[in-house]
């Protein structure tokens, strides 16, 4: 018996889909993400308007002030669809993971100086709760965005938030040798100790902004601007003379996602701006306000840690979030 093994050639109909063609204007090959991106956003029949906002449709570019006259304009650097997006996070986890084993296997929680210890528990685990009022504003984000460009990027943001959130509960959870009792006095503190107030209520007032682009601005340019580089940056330095470095391998996650997340966050910012002045002068408003609110919020957990030198730590952060958004077209 014979067996004739050939190959054969296939020439294919189209290089991508209709949605991406007639953006083009040609049937040409395209990105993966340009396919799982370009003009998805449901535009016409709908069936009813949301009974608890009738003078919108369900999906309404009026839902925001920002004006843009394509809201496909907008494009993720990192090119983030679903495949792209789980194989960066595995990465990150797996680096997670491994980074908890070795603190475990080597014991390194016992190097910490016992006061710098209490310090770590009264500053990093709260942030739990911070993470899952940003989850709540990515999800927002995402249902009321228009764009898929925009509104699957924040859904991606809002799972890592909770994914941050999860290995925050993980790090409480080893300071305390995996007893829970630890997660109850950090919410506690977030409820009630005076220093996390501030933080508690910028989380809260995120959460009722009616512009979902403000919420935006608000929750992943100044509240995160002022927060994560603080806790994750200033705390964490000043932890290395106390023997924490086990501290700072576990939070190497929320360091490396606020960089990546970062480039999404600012080409949003920088292509909205840059659509009109109308734009520009609104976005930079709005940034401005919750800035101050974010500076104001964070300085009492700054003193707390670090004692005289909070001050000027959070005024140096604070400059260097008005260089980044200068740098995005807002007046800061």
């Known amino acids: ?5 050939k190959a054969e050639d296939f020439t294919p109909r189209r290089h991508t889909y209709s949605n991406v063609a007639r953006r083009y204007g040609e049937d040409r090959p395209a990105s993966r993400y340009d396919e799982a991106t370009y003009d998805l956003q449901a535009t016409t029949n709908f069936h009813y308007r949301p009974l608890w906002a009738p003078e919108f449709e369900i999906f309404d570019t009026r839902r925001t002030a920002v004006v843009m006259e394509d809201w496909y304009a907008f494009d993720d650097p990192r090119q983030f669809y679903y495949a792209t997006y789980n194989i960066s996070r595995a990465n990150m986890n797996a680096a997670a993971d491994r980074a908890f084993e070795f603190v475990d296997q080597r014991d390194l929680m016992s190097r910490v100086e016992p006061g710098w210890l209490e310090t770590v ?3 990093l ?3 739990r709760h911070f993470e899952w009022a940003a989850d709540l504003n990515s999800l ?3 249902d009321y965005g228009y764009g898929t460009r925009v509104t699957s990027a924040a859904m991606f943001a809002a799972a890592d938030r909770l994914g941050m959130a999860q290995l925050l509960t993980r790090i409480g959870l080893v300071l305390d040798g995996y ?10 503190a977030w409820l ?3 220093d996390w107030q501030g933080v508690r209520r910028l989380a809260e007032d995120t959460l009722v902004i009616d512009d979902w682009f403000e919420t935006f601005v608000a929750q992943y340019l100044a509240a995160d601007g002022m927060l994560h580089p603080l806790v994750y940056g200033v705390f ?3 932890g290395l003379d106390h023997g924490a470095t086990a501290v700072s391998m576990m939070c190497e996650f929320m360091v490396d996602w606020l960089k990546d997340n970062a480039r999404w966050v600012d080409a949003l910012v920088q292509v909205a701006a840059a659509e009109s002045p109308e ?6 408003g709005w940034y401005r306000t919750w800035r101050d609110r974010a500076v104001e919020a964070v300085s009492p957990l700054a003193t707390t840690v670090l004692g005289d030198a909070g001050d000027s730590s959070v005024g140096t952060i604070k400059d260097a979030l008005d260089a980044r958004a200068t740098g995005l077209g807002l007046e800061a």
């Not at 018996?1 to 093994?5: A, L, S, Y």
């Not at 009792?181 to 506690?188: E, F, I, K, P, S």
């Not at 734009?279 to 930079?284: C, H």
């Open 125 to 127: 685990v709260p942030v």
């Open 236 to 238: 964490d330095d000043a």
């Open 140 to 142: 927002r984000i995402t």
């Open 1 to 5: 018996m014979n067996v004739d093994i």
């Open 179 to 188: 007893d829970e009792a630890g997660l109850q006095t950090a919410r506690t």
């Open 279 to 284: 734009n520009a002068e609104l976005i930079s």
């Open 192 to 194: 009630e100790a005076p």
């Open 121 to 123: 528990r009264h500053y």
